[in-house]
């Protein structure tokens, strides 16, 4: 029997008013009672394992609880100290979160180089797909070149949950960072968020480390060196830089924070211009600017990588990552919500000979899945494999 969500199906059909006091979380096969507006009895397929994190709410990070917050971090640390499943693919790596970190590196980095099979033997790929992961055939081009960009990492970010509630104790969704909130017009601050905070958040930015050697780039960062306060302090990293899996090429978790990225792109005007995008193509193009919010943000510039989080490949060693991106799901959530044809709007893009029916792969992390499977959060029609409700701003907040 399926145990995860990212392997299961389920009926999951959510109105849009629904809140978390709506859901009646029960064990599989049972007949069971939901009120959204009255009672009405659902019989359950005995083949789905519902459990009481089928139906997830994800809300945004200032929504926890502080007890929440820690405990999420906690849960994130325990997969950085549970030993990693998939050594025997990627040598280098050591925990459980290194999985996920080789993971993005393999569906984005375009060399196999840095992976052997379970026998020893080296790792291959036809030329055309040299960038994923062992056994993988993708229809598309790398994760991050194609418009799979947007369904691969909600599918990634399910995964990533599913090994946080099964493996580490964690019983909700992965929450999303609204890096708008943090910006001066919002009433925030970048260096305040109470997302950077030493006990319940993930720890400040990295050491102040001065420029050194000529260099066409303008260091902008504020830190540039590892990261000293909160959960993730003195962290040890293997993965990388620039996607290379070579041993003994440990460092330390670094930051160089850069408050203007967000100041200057996750403004109003730029998230209301994303969320009146017309097609999928013009959103995807449109949010490409709010990406570099999260990575440029918290790692500076990728010219001169002086923090993790600014690095294309192994930017997943920054534990913000899955927050960063679970924002941009959130707002993409948000934009298929205007209109219900939007939860079929996937526009092809170069390589993606498929479209809906591109493949998204997980290598050996998680089955592959259609992006079809992954339009819709909560599988109205039940065709699709997620379950789950983002709770925060409505597009009206975004609107002038």
């Given at each position: ?6 392997e299961?199906?389920?009926y999951?059909i959510?109105?849009?008013?629904a809140?978390k ?29 519902i459990s ?7 809300g945004?990070?200032?929504s ?28 280098v ?25 379970p026998d020893?033997?080296p ?10 992961a062992?056994?993988s ?7 991050h070149?194609s ?20 493996e ?5 969704g ?9 910006t001066?017009?919002a ?16 720890g ?23 990261v ?7 962290r ?5 830089p ?9 460092r ?5 924070f ?10 109003k005007k ?16 449109r ?5 570099g919010?999260?990575?440029?943000g918290?790692?500076?510039e990728?010219?001169?990588?002086r923090?993790?989080?600014?690095d294309p ?12 991106h679970?924002n941009?799901?959130?707002l993409w959530?948000?934009?298929?919500e ?12 170069r ?10 792969e997980?290598?050996?992390?998680a089955?592959v ?8 959060t909560?599988?109205?029609?039940q065709k699709?494999s997620l379950?789950?409700k ?6 009206e907040?975004?609107s002038?």
């Amino acid at each position: 029997m399926a145990d995860t969500v990212a392997e299961r199906g389920l009926y999951c059909i959510l109105p849009p008013t629904a809140t978390k006091d709506d859901v009646v979380f029960v064990l599989s096969g049972a007949t069971v009672p939901m009120v959204f507006g009255q009672e009405s009895r659902i019989e359950w397929d005995q083949r789905l394992l519902i459990s009481r994190w089928s139906y997830r709410f994800i809300g945004e990070w200032r929504s926890l609880t502080v007890d929440e917050r820690v405990k999420f971090t906690q849960a994130v640390n325990c997969l950085m100290s549970s030993p990693a499943k998939y050594k025997n693919y990627w040598p280098v790596i050591e925990n459980r979160y290194d999985d996920f970190v080789a993971l993005h590196v393999n569906q984005t980095e375009q060399s196999s180089v840095g992976w052997t099979n379970p026998d020893g033997t080296p790792g291959s790929f036809t030329p055309a797909h040299s960038h994923h992961a062992p056994g993988s055939t993708m229809e598309s081009d790398d994760v991050h070149g194609s418009g799979s960009i947007l369904p691969w990492h909600r599918y990634a970010i399910t995964v990533y949950e599913d090994a946080l509630v099964n493996e580490c104790g964690w019983t909700m969704g992965v929450p999303y960072w609204n890096w708008h909130l943090d910006t001066t017009p919002a009433g925030g601050s970048w260096l305040q968020s109470p997302i950077f905070d030493p006990i319940s958040g993930f720890g400040g930015n990295g050491a102040v480390v001065p420029k050194r050697g000529a260099s066409p780039y303008p260091v902008t960062g504020t830190g540039g060196g590892c990261v000293a306060t909160g959960p993730f302090a003195n962290r040890t990293i293997r993965v990388g830089p620039f996607g290379k899996m070579v041993a003994n090429n440990t460092r330390c978790l670094r930051r160089d924070f850069n408050p203007k990225v967000a100041e200057n792109d996750a403004t109003k005007k730029v998230l209301s211009r994303i969320l009146r995008s017309k097609n999928y193509a013009e959103f995807c193009l449109r949010l490409g600017s709010l990406h570099g919010v999260g990575h440029s943000g918290i790692g500076g510039e990728v010219s001169i990588l002086r923090g993790e989080m600014g690095d294309p490949f192994n930017s997943p060693n920054e534990p913000l990552f899955f927050l960063h991106h679970a924002n941009l799901d959130y707002l993409w959530a948000l934009w298929q919500e205007q209109d219900p044809k939007r939860l079929s709007d996937f526009s092809k893009q170069r390589g993606e000979e498929y479209g809906a029916n591109t493949r998204l792969e997980m290598g050996v992390l998680a089955p592959v899945k259609l992006v079809k499977e992954v339009m819709d959060t909560q599988n109205r029609d039940q065709k699709g494999s997620l379950c789950f409700k983002y709770e925060g701003l409505s597009v009206e907040s975004y609107s002038f």
